[in-house]
């Protein structure tokens, strides 16, 4: 019996593993169950909603985003290295963006 070294091990790991970004054939079956099941009752699930409290409503639609919104993350700029004319560049199209969208 041969034995491996360990580049042999990592080698035959990587080449049994799936590519980066290939979906998980269980979670895409999951979903595409969970998908139906929803699409199958959503007037019942509409309905049950409807007879929450209004603030339970408000938790169940928020909940719901969650599945369909993608969640925002804070974004963290480093302007330490700009020079001053860079910062009030950007300073500027920031408020012409905030103004445009208003």
């Known amino acids: 019996m041969d034995l491996l070294t360990t580049y042999e091990v990592r ?3 990587r080449k049994r593993r799936r590519k980066s970004g290939t979906p998980n054939k269980t979670t895409a079956d999951i979903k595409a169950r969970i998908k139906a099941l929803i699409d ?3 007037d019942s699930i509409v309905d049950s909603i409807e007879l929450l409290e209004p603030k339970d409503q408000v938790a169940a ?3 719901f985003l969650e599945y369909i919104l993608p969640k925002q993350r804070e974004t963290k700029i480093d302007i330490s290295s700009l020079s001053d004319e860079e910062v009030d560049s950007l300073l500027e199209k920031a408020m012409e963006k905030m ?3 208003e």
């Open 11 to 13: 080698e035959r790991t």
């Open 40 to 42: 199958d009752n959503f």
């Open 61 to 63: 639609y928020l909940k």
């Open 99 to 101: 103004d445009n969208e």
